[in-house]
């Protein structure tokens, strides 16, 4: 009993650490792994075991397969034909979106949301508000179709193996994926546009795909802002004005009452690109780098994520950045009201910092502070004008359709890609988002405890109290709402882990065979449309189109609730 006891107490401790973003993920994990051994939830060889498991190598398999992939620019051809076809905004999003969602079924899903949306989103000029969330959201529906297509897949194939012998084949996933996928996609396509509609208001100087961004700018002697009421910036110039600093005090009073002078400081917010044009035509001046401009110099942008250590920090106080001579010249940010000079703006995740530095040096912060760039900021490797990687690739998914182990399937196609030389093994894993693989590896031996320690049984008993989990669709529904309702708040893959043995458990109790139960855990674990911090895409996407929280919430409501009823449908239809 205090073994039960524990671990719930321990999980959930590590949920709400998880849900908070406040400490790094492989932080919570490693010491949730440490303290399960101290509880005696398992013995000291079984501490590490999940780092040997075959789930974490075929994932750091496949994140090593794709940057080779990504590298060999196929999709960057398909977008080009594919803009030049001139297609409806909805032929864009629905095209973009179900792009993103077929990659997804083959790789990561950030993988699979990054590369070409965003470039081909840029070319047609459409807005980004109403880009960026259905490609998020379709690279997450599109990895419900495979058994790579999500950690979350891997997870509960190997929890089935353990149950039964067998686990599931490489497109099982598919009877339930497929569809939930493509009725999602279109469902996004076409609310997207009227949820976010392209405001009439917008100057005609701002591109519609432009990023709004916050800045601070000195005003030259020769700028065309001189004598200008701040009250009329944004009709005039496109910027909508937020403070006039004048020999280091503010200017107070009505808008239309404070005129702009010569070398005064104006903290405003607008669409990057007016501001860019601003800049060239000596409107608005940027102060020079305290460092002095360099010719190893570089601008990247770059996303504040969940586990970022800069989330809650201001400007002002990022020395990760200044100590390395890297200057933030502009942010976009969530925060509704924007107060004090920009020095003073506070850091929230989603948020979008501009960086000009070294670019050794920017590369260095971000990975120090857990910062996603929206550009590499390494020297970039040659591209490969080959079809050879995605034939190796194809190879290795065919075997493991056929009933190879995935490991063993992608381990071959890893050392071949390494052979051919399109693969450099020592350089790729250095590139690998490591706090993930950690914290799955760490949650792994916990997962298993929570069957070991009869906590799933335990679990299933309370549960049986209120609903007839004996039944089957009654039983499968709850399993998928809990995936459902823990996802946006937590990594999926932890998700999938704590639920595989309580899913197992359930099929026990009512004597059912258990591959229902572990579609539905797989399915709910990936069904993250409600918040922007569930799924790394989603935290990307808040960025880059500037969304709110609520936005997520007026946007994947009908979504969830739609995927909700027909993955139940399917399940019960192809599953029991």
């Not at 059912?512 to 935290?539: E, K, M, R």
Request: proline share 7%; charged share 15%.
């Amino acid at each position: 009993m205090f073994e039960q006891a524990s671990l719930l107490i321990l999980l959930l401790a590590m949920l709400t650490l998880s849900s908070l973003d406040r400490i790094r993920i492989e932080v919570v994990s490693i010491a949730g792994l440490l303290a399960g051994y101290a509880l005696g939830l398992y013995p000291a060889d079984q501490i590490f075991t999940g780092f040997a498991s075959p789930v974490v190598i075929t994932v750091v398999e496949i994140l090593l397969i794709v940057q080779v992939l990504a590298r060999a620019r196929l999709f960057d051809s398909l977008a080009a034909r594919f803009a030049a076809t001139r297609p409806s905004d909805f032929t864009v999003i629905a095209g973009t979106s179900a792009l993103a969602g077929f990659m997804s079924i083959f790789m990561n899903n950030i993988g699979a949301f990054a590369p070409v949306a965003l470039r081909l989103g840029a070319t047609l000029k459409i807005p980004r508000r109403q880009l960026a969330m259905p490609v998020s959201f379709a690279a997450l529906l599109g990895g419900l179709v495979s058994l790579i297509g999500t950690p979350a897949n891997l997870l509960v194939s190997d929890g089935l193996a353990k149950a039964t012998g067998t686990g599931f084949r490489f497109f099982d996933f598919a009877y339930d994926g497929l569809p939930v996928a493509i009725a999602g996609i279109l469902l996004i396509a076409f609310r997207v546009q009227r949820l976010f509609p392209e405001p009439d208001e917008t100057p005609v100087t701002t591109s519609p795909a432009a990023r709004r961004v916050v800045v601070e700018r000195y005003i030259p002697d020769i700028s065309p802002l001189i004598g200008v009421r701040l009250s009329d910036c944004p009709v005039r110039f496109g910027i909508k004005p937020h403070a006039l600093i004048r020999g280091d005090n503010f200017v107070f009073g009505p808008l239309d009452q404070s005129v702009i002078e010569p070398g005064d400081v104006l903290l405003a917010e607008g669409a990057d690109a007016v501001f860019a044009d601003l800049a060239a035509t000596q409107a608005l001046m940027a102060d020079a780098h305290p460092h002095g401009l360099q010719p190893d110099f570089t601008h990247v942008e770059a996303v504040v994520m969940p586990e970022s250590t800069l989330v809650g920090s201001r400007v002002r106080s990022l020395e990760i950045f200044h100590r390395r001579g890297i200057a933030v010249t502009a942010l976009s940010m969530r925060a509704p009201r924007i107060e004090g000079r920009f020095l003073d703006l506070q850091l929230s995740i989603g948020d979008i910092l501009t960086l000009e530095g070294p670019r050794p040096a920017i590369s260095e912060a971000l990975e120090e502070s857990e910062c996603l760039p929206l550009a590499s900021t390494a020297p970039a490797e040659p591209a490969l004008l080959s079809w050879r990687p995605f034939a190796l690739f194809a190879c290795g998914v065919a075997a493991s359709a056929a009933g190879l182990r995935p490991d063993v399937a992608f381990a071959g196609v890893v050392l071949v890609l390494a052979l051919l030389n399109h693969l450099n093994i020592r350089r790729a894993m250095a590139d690998l988002n490591w706090p993930i693989i950690i914290m799955l590896a760490a949650m792994i031996p916990i997962g298993q405890a929570v069957a070991s320690t009869g906590a799933a049984e335990t679990i299933a008993s309370w549960l049986s109290l209120v609903v007839p989990i004996t039944h089957p669709l009654i039983g499968i529904a709850l399993i998928l709402f809990l995936a459902m309702a823990l996802t946006p708040f937590v990594n999926n893959a932890t998700v999938a882990i704590v639920l595989t043995p309580i899913a197992l458990e359930f099929a026990r109790a009512g004597r059912h065979a258990p591959d229902a139960y572990l579609i539905a855990v797989a399915a709910g674990a990936s069904l993250d449309f409600l918040t922007p911090f569930g799924h790394h895409n989603n935290t990307l996407a808040m960025g880059i189109g500037g969304y709110r929280f609520g936005d997520f919430l007026r946007a994947g409501w009908p979504l969830a609730v739609t995927s909700y009823g027909l993955a139940l449908l399917l399940t019960a239809l192809f599953w029991l």
